[in-house]
């Protein structure tokens, strides 16, 4: 994705934290420029009045939504309409949703379904549907700098530096299967694999973050997991990665 590519940012108020608006401005801002930024809620409520500061501090525009019925969330309904409307009449790279809602599933597959990559953000207590349907997922408990969120009763966030042990990572059998993969997908007949078709073919069968294992970056969490063998060209600087298990075809004597 290139850095001129237009964002849209869609948050939905009520199920997520404000403390991590500005890590998820930071995170997107890697792969473009978030011109769109829309919050949802009915900001009538006691529980969103700490959202005013944030709203105005980084430039996001508040939708209001007034609860029109009980136990029915209009505010999600809005949001659909929009990111669905703007998917049609603007010219929108990539969306956001800021959400630990699985009702927003239906329109991530939607934006998918035109080849548009869609950035999900929500706390890790959000359904796997939702997860899965974005091109990228990412626990806002790994992006917020507070300690502690009281304003919209929302569980304490953890330290950003918390890392997964090599122990922890290794013991994961979803992440350890989607490595060797993506290893086993792009290497070559020696059995070496270039660290960024790695990271592509990843990218493009799931929606996996090495920010909710506590790294920055693809390259950091591989040589964490201590799974794979490291060669690092001087001259090109590229890496390429090997599975520790692989052992080279034997050729036959004639």
């Given amino acids: 994705m290139k850095n001129e590519d237009h964002i849209a940012l869609f948050i939905d108020s009520d199920n997520i934290s404000y403390h991590?608006?500005?890590?998820?401005?930071?995170?997107?801002?890697k792969y473009g420029i978030v011109n769109i930024r829309q919050a949802y809620g009915n900001w009538t409520k006691d529980n969103l009045k700490n959202w005013e500061s944030i709203l105005l501090e980084y430039a996001i525009k508040p939708i209001?939504?007034?609860?029109?019925?009980?136990?029915?969330?209009a505010t999600d309904i809005l949001m659909t309409i929009d990111a669905i409307d703007m998917l049609h009449t603007k010219k929108i790279d990539a969306f956001a949703f800021a959400t630990s809602d699985s009702d927003f599933t239906p329109v991530v597959m939607r934006v998918q379904a035109e080849g548009i990559k869609v950035f999900g953000f929500g706390e890790k207590k959000t359904p796997k549907p939702f997860m899965a349907a974005?091109?990228?997922f990412i626990f806002t408990e790994k992006l917020m700098k507070h300690k502690e969120d009281k304003g919209n009763g929302h569980e304490p966030a953890k330290a950003?530096?918390?890392?997964k042990s090599s122990k922890e990572m290794r013991g994961d059998t979803?992440?350890?299967?989607?490595?060797?993969?993506?290893?086993?997908?792009?290497m070559d007949e020696d059995g070496w694999a270039n660290l960024a078709e790695v990271g592509?073919?990843?990218?493009?069968?799931?929606?996996?973050?090495?920010?909710n294992y506590g790294y920055k970056k693809l390259s950091n969490l591989i040589k964490a997991t201590d799974l794979f063998d490291i060669y690092l060209d001087e001259e090109s600087k590229l890496m390429s990665i090997r599975d520790k298990r692989f052992k080279p075809a034997l050729f036959e004597r004639n």
């Fill in 134 to 136: 974005c091109s990228q």
């Fill in 64 to 73: 209001q939504q007034f609860d029109y019925t009980k136990n029915k969330n």
């Fill in 200 to 211: 592509a073919y990843i990218g493009n069968s799931s929606s996996f973050s090495p920010i």
């Fill in 160 to 163: 950003l530096s918390e890392r």
């Fill in 174 to 186: 979803w992440l350890v299967n989607i490595l060797r993969t993506a290893v086993e997908q792009t």
């Fill in 20 to 29: 991590a608006i500005e890590g998820i401005l930071s995170e997107l801002s």
